[in-house]
């Protein structure tokens, strides 16, 4: 009897106390969208989605059995009714568009990471603008295409982390990126960008990478000076050119740049006063075209106190390796045209990682570490530097 009873309150409990309010209809309406739209054989039935099931609440209902995951919510002011908050998809190959009717009826979402599936057709704005209060939006390593709906930026005030890498975007970066005023990441690499850089870009970011692109023209001052939070710059692998100038070097936060295997053809760092001390730790110019000689600003302990990394491999530099140049800790010079005696100091503390191999450089021999495999063959040499002896 006494057993009995401990029952009846047990399962007493179980009925009762989940149900406490309801989930705000047009969330539920706009979930039950965003899944319709998704092609139902690409939802294996052991994922998150398959496990969303509109007989029942999603936020209310124990989880369980239905809505185990892939949504998280939240209860509102008024302490009833609960709102989803954040979408967060398991990588299974969810394929479909993300219709307008869908997600931008979840106004209260502050997350949304749908990356690793093949979610296909144009980003476009209508779907995102309602989300006044998102924060992340991470569609990465799916099979978006089409251009940036340039009004996307418009309304995203509260965005700070901005994925789409790895997708097939096309056109060119819109000037309404600079309308980001809360963004601090940014991922456009690994799609098919075109065009140059805009104007304006984030004021308050402090991760942009678009590596992987087909970026072309130059870095502009006006575009970058007034970001005086960025910390790390990639825009590896596109065809950037023109000249990298002082003002870059000297930005208040940057700590590293990856600018390897564009077609920047000049550095100029070395006419510049060292009133800034930059925090740059690791800058990676290989693979461009850049000639001229190698700039000793950059080993100056009173203008660049942390930098400690530096690849300038595979460009067409020409001259002396300078003796300051030693204090780094990777330095990559290969391939380039440097001629002159290797400075003692790199020899004696062999603490110096990285390669000085495929130069024109005297007393580097090849069982040297740094100096391996070889240097150019002598004949290419002489053709760079004329009949000079070097
Ligand atoms: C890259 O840009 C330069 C001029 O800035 C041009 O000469 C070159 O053909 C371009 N390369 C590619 C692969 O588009
Ligand atoms: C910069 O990008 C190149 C090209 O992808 C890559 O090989 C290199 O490792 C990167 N450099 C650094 C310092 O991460
Ligand atoms: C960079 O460019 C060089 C020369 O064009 C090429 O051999 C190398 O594979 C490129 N690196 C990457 C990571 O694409």
């Given at each position: 009897m006494v057993f009995h009873s401990s029952l009846l309150v047990c399962v007493l409990v179980l009925f009762v106390s989940p149900a406490v309010g309801v989930t705000a209809p047009g969330d539920v309406t706009g979930l039950a969208a965003f899944k319709a739209s998704v092609i139902p054989s690409t939802v294996p039935a052991w994922s998150c989605m398959a496990s969303?099931?509109?007989?029942?609440d999603p936020c209310v209902t124990p989880y369980r059995t239905y809505f185990v995951c892939g949504v998280t919510c939240s209860v509102d002011s008024t302490g009833t009714t609960h709102r989803i908050t954040g979408i967060t998809l398991d990588a299974v190959g969810y394929t479909g568009i993300l219709p307008v009717n869908s997600l931008s009826k979840l106004t209260a979402l502050q997350y949304l990471d749908i990356s690793n599936n093949n979610f296909h057709g144009r980003i476009i704005a209508s779907t995102f603008s309602t989300l006044s209060s998102l924060r992340t939006l991470v569609l990465s390593s799916n099979s978006f295409s089409g251009d940036l709906d340039s009004a996307l930026f418009v309304k995203l005030k509260t965005l700070v982390t901005l994925d789409l890498s790895s997708n097939f975007i096309t056109g060119g970066l819109p000037n309404t990126l600079g309308s980001l005023t809360s963004l601090r990441t940014l991922d456009l690499s690994f799609n098919r960008l075109s065009g140059k850089l805009p104007e304006s870009l984030p004021p308050n970011i402090v991760n942009i990478a678009i590596r992987d692109n087909r970026l072309k023209g130059v870095l502009s001052k006006r575009t970058f000076e007034s970001l005086k939070h960025l910390a790390v710059v990639d825009l590896a692998m596109n065809n950037l050119s023109g000249d990298l100038e002082a003002w870059l070097f000297r930005l208040p936060s940057l700590q590293q740049i990856n600018l390897s295997n564009n077609s920047f053809s000049h550095i100029s760092v070395d006419n510049v006063g060292s009133r800034v001390r930059s925090r740059l730790v690791a800058v990676d110019l290989s693979f461009n075209i850049i000639e001229g000689s190698l700039p000793k600003t950059l080993a100056m302990r009173n203008g660049f106190p942390a930098l400690v990394a530096l690849s300038l491999r595979h460009n067409r530099l020409k001259g002396v390796i300078p003796r300051e140049y030693s204090r780094f800790k990777r330095l990559f010079l290969d391939g380039n045209f440097l001629n002159g005696k290797v400075p003692k100091g790199f020899f004696s503390v062999s603490e110096v990682a990285g390669s000085f191999a495929d130069n024109c450089l005297d007393g580097c021999p090849p069982a040297v570490f740094l100096c391996a495999p070889e240097q150019k063959p002598r004949s290419v040499c002489k053709e760079v530097y004329g009949g000079i002896k070097y």
């Open positions: 969303w099931n509109f007989a029942v």
